[in-house]
Nanobody, 125 residues
Framework: QEQLVESGGGLVQAGGSLTLSCAAS????????MGWFRQAPGKEREFVAR????????YYTDSVKGRFTISRDDAKNTVYLQMNGLKPEDTAVYFC??????????????????WGQGTQVTVSS
């Protein structure tokens, strides 16, 4: 069983930066694609970014392209989300998730079988 623990959230002014981390344990980390999702108050959880098992293929939702970067360090069993140019609309609880083996529908949250508890990101205007 995979366990995921996010960290790095906090309060930041618009235009600022944060780096989220997600430490994984359990199932072999290197065999899983990893994703980040977020959920703002009163809204559904939405896809943010995904990195393939190899770390080469990356996907982003349009609203974060050019501002966010997802990466992974298999030696540390950790996936990161570097967030630059933060906007108030980025305010949400951010979750990392481990992709189901063989499921490449990266935007769908049902394509991920393990989730962290979430970390709050608040961007003030």
């Amino acid at each position: 069983q995979e366990q995921l623990v996010e960290s790095g959230g906090g309060l930041v002014q618009a235009g600022g930066s944060l780096t989220l981390s997600c430490a994984a344990s359990g199932r072999t980390f290197s065999t899983s694609a990893m994703g980040w999702f977020r959920q703002a108050p009163g809204k559904e959880r939405e896809f943010v970014a995904r990195v393939s098992r190899s770390g080469v293929i990356k996907y982003y939702t349009d609203s974060v392209k050019g501002r966010f970067t997802i990466s992974r360090d298999d030696a540390k069993n950790t996936v990161y989300l570097q967030m630059n140019g933060l906007k108030p609309e980025d305010t949400a609880v951010y979750f990392c998730a481990a992709g189901r083996p063989g499921d490449t529908n990266y935007k769908r949250d049902s394509s991920y079988d393990y989730w962290g508890q979430g970390t709050q990101v608040t961007v003030s205007s």
